[in-house]
């Protein structure tokens, strides 16, 4: 012993019974290892799938709908728009910080683009919304503006190649004629560049992506052209698209502009309304706490909030470390009832011992402390161990993921999170078993009578 | 020092129940060595674990030390074993996963309060005392690398580690050759004359009892000679019991 006091004796005790206590810990270890391993992967699964892919803090505001179900096809009925009176009703709900109306192009288009990048150009259906451009000032970084149309009645620059014409304007056939005519500056989702990278790009084996370096790229719009026959229109409006950048607040498929450029492309190809009308209304909130109410705030306006399936992924997250918790819980439960039996056996063994130490003045207090120390030593030794072995258990997990498993959209450097926090909490619920698990040997320890050890017959 | 009144002591079990006292009344002086002697089953065990503060379980009054027994508390009462007597068993009751030094150091571990030392005043204390009994080159050993009397002489040491007023010891040398008997009988001796250490021995070895000032017999429930007898002496003004240093030696050795 070296300090002698109780708890040199616990260490001596522990030394000289360690092969049977690492017998009974190995579930701790395995327990506690499994525990920690599978929330941080909750965790760490919780904040991509959270942070990222949908944000908390945000919610759409749609107008409300019924939908009737009719065979294939949905039929919305009620209200469908959400006009700026509408938009100053929502920005006054308490706890929202903004409030972005997005306006969809209603008009069909088709976009045409991607040699530069992709060896030859791509067709695609054009999906495209819009916001103010006030609602990113000061969050696009690149140097392309991010604004509504130049005051139309500049007088237009007639070209005959695009060389001619200011950066970001283009020599763009308007009125039988050519002009140099602005670009119409894009913002695309960071999810668009994700799903490109993760997917698309393995597909058709395409170069990787990176966000700043496909700023600045154009590609063509063709208003009022479609792929589907009969939404195709006669009069058909060449555009030109620049990417100013990336934002969440753009639509995730597809590409977002200024609203004005929407506004008049729904004016031309669709009713008045459509010019006047919002499709949904992003409310930025000022904390996560304060989404339900104001949920229920925008409920009571008679408007919906769309459902991004955050509530549902969040649950399967829950669900997902719920089921693996108790699993873990479990084993260290289990693991617990092998050290309660060690320990019985323990006890039982040196009965004569703890008459020793009780004739030598120990109390039934200190007996019983003995026995329950031992028994959290273990848990906390055994919970480190476990710890660690979670850590490695992720840092393996991850350099597999990161070698072997192919990118997909949004795939963390780690897929964990480590949390001092949940090891802590592991330590002290492994520690919690153990004491659990020792109580009933240490009140046998306790109840020996020295007499009847330590007096022979 | 010792006064015990009335005690009744009866064990019970599933199939019988033996009354071993009935109405014992015992006294002992300070710096008394006395040899408590009976037939086999007589008590005698019974008695001293009463004394000794081990068993609780009886009736009547046992007053030590101006503490009475009864009326202590569990964890008074272990005090009371730690610090005002010293327990010497017939089979020893070493601990045998412990060395020697940490045998004789084990009543520290469990000191509390006021009564902690600190971890190198443990040990010289622990060390001095093992070469108060012959057994200073063993401190690092394991109990089952020493013979029966010097095993008795780390239980003695032991015993002795808080120095208590009291030493019972329940047929020490029961387990022990004539030669080595008589070391631990030396030992004792040089305790009560020494130190004024009050000794109640069990024995059933006469040259025990001719050692001791005072023998008791244990027969039929009672306590024989177990009140003051007019014939012993009072101890003289040099025996008398003085402030304990181990055994004799002086505070400040090697
Ligand atoms: N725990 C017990 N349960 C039942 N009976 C007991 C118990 N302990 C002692 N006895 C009985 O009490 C009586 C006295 O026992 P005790 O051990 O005090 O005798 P003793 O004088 O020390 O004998 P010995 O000289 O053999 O050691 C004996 O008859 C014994 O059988
Ligand atoms: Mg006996």
């Not at chain 1, 949908?54 to 039929?75: A, C, N, Q, T, Y």
């Not at chain 1, 192009?105 to 992709?118: R, V």
């Not at chain 2, 902690?116 to 070469?131: G, P, Y």
């Not at chain 2, 009892?209 to 009672?222: H, I, K, P, S």
Request: contains cysteine; hydrophobic residues 45%; charged residues 25%.
């Amino acid at each position: 012993m070296k300090r002698y006091d109780l708890r040199s004796l616990v260490l001596e005790d522990l030394r000289r019974s360690k092969r049977d206590f690492a017998m009974a810990s190995i579930g701790i270890i395995v327990g506690i290892a499994a525990f920690v391993f599978f929330l941080s992967l909750g965790l760490g699964v919780r904040a991509v799938v959270l942070g990222e892919i949908f944000p908390l803090d945000k919610i759409e505001v749609v107008p409300k709908s019924l939908d009737f179900d009719l065979g294939p096809l949905r039929m919305g009925v009620g209200k469908d728009g959400l006009d700026d009176d509408a938009v100053a009703g929502l920005r006054d709900i308490p706890h929202v910080t903004h409030a972005f109306p997005k306006m969809k192009m209603t008009a069909p288009a088709i976009g045409k683009g991607g040699a530069s990048l992709l060896g030859n150009d791509l067709y695609t259906e054009m999906i495209a919304d819009s916001i103010e451009p006030a609602l990113v000032e000061g969050e696009i970084a690149g140097k392309i503006p991010f604004l509504d149309r130049r005051d139309p009645s500049k007088p237009a620059t007639p070209c005959s190649a695009d060389a001619q014409c200011d950066e970001y304007d283009w020599c763009a056939p308007r009125n039988g004629q050519r002009e140099c005519t602005p670009m119409i500056p894009v913002l695309a989702s960071p999810h668009l560049v994700e799903i490109y990278n993760g997917t698309v790009r393995r597909a058709h084996d395409f170069p990787r992506l990176n966000p700043d370096f496909v700023v600045g790229l154009t590609f063509d719009l063709s208003v009022g052209s479609s792929m589907i026959k009969d939404s195709a229109r006669a009069n058909i409006r060449e555009e030109r698209c620049v990417l100013a950048g990336f934002s969440d607040k753009a639509i995730a498929l597809g590409a977002t502009m200024p609203i004005s450029y929407v506004r008049e492309f729904n004016a031309e190809y669709g009713t008045p309304d459509d010019a006047r009308r919002y499709h949904s209304v992003v409310l930025q909130i000022d904390e996560k706490d304060n989404v339900a109410s104001v949920a229920r705030a925008v409920q009571e306006r008679g408007y919906d909030v769309a459902d991004p399936g955050t509530e549902q992924a969040a649950m399967l997250i829950a669900i997902f470390m719920a089921v693996f918790g108790l699993v873990s819980v479990v084993v260290v439960a289990i693991a617990a009832i092998n050290i309660m039996h060690v320990l019985l056996m323990l006890v039982s063994e040196r009965q004569r011992e703890f008459g020793i130490m009780r004739a030598v003045g120990a109390t039934a207090r200190q007996i019983k402390l003995l026995v329950v120390a031992q028994s959290l030593l273990v848990g906390v030794i055994a919970a480190a161990l476990g710890v660690l072995l979670a850590i490695a258990m992720a840092s393996i997990t991850d350099s597999v993921s990161a070698r072997y498993i192919p990118d997909f959209p949004y795939k963390p450097e780690s897929l964990f999170e480590l949390d001092p926090l949940v090891f802590a909490g592991a330590i002290v619920f492994s520690c919690g078993f153990c004491v659990l698990g020792a109580l009933l040997p240490a009140s046998r320890a306790a109840k020996i009578d020295p007499v009847t050890v330590l007096t022979s017959h | 020092m010792i006064r015990v009144r009335g005690l009744h002591k009866t064990y019970r079990d599933e199939t019988r129940t033996i009354e071993v006292l009935s109405g014992a009344d015992f006294e002992a002086k300070a710096g008394e060595f006395i040899a408590i002697r009976g037939r086999s089953g007589s008590g005698k065990t019974t008695l001293i674990n009463i004394i000794g503060g081990l068993d609780r379980d009886y009736v009547g009054e046992v007053r030590v030390a101006d503490k009475l027994l009864h009326a202590l508390p569990e964890a008074d009462l272990a005090h009371y074993r730690s610090a005002t007597v010293g327990f010497v068993f017939q089979s020893f009751h070493l601990v045998r996963h412990l060395t020697v030094l940490d045998n004789v150091s084990l009543p520290a571990v469990f000191a509390r309060g006021e009564s902690r030392l600190r971890a190198d005043e443990i040990q010289a204390r622990a060390r001095r005392l093992l070469a108060e009994v012959d057994l200073a080159d063993y401190a690092e050993v394991l109990p089952s690398q020493l013979s029966g009397g010097q095993k008795q002489r780390v239980a003695i040491a032991r015993a002795l580690f808080n120095r208590p007023p009291i030493l019972v010891c329940d047929e020490p040398t029961g387990n022990l050759d004539a030669t080595t008997a008589e070391e631990i009988l030396e030992l004792f001796a040089r305790l009560n004359t020494k130190l004024g250490t009050t000794l109640l021995v069990v024995t059933h070895d006469p040259h025990v009892a001719r050692r001791a000032t005072r023998e008791v017999t244990v027969l039929d429930g009672q306590i024989h000679g177990g009140h003051l007898h007019p014939r012993v002496p009072p101890p003289s003004p040099g025996e008398t019991p003085r402030p304990h240093s181990d055994i004799a030696a002086p505070e400040a050795t090697p």
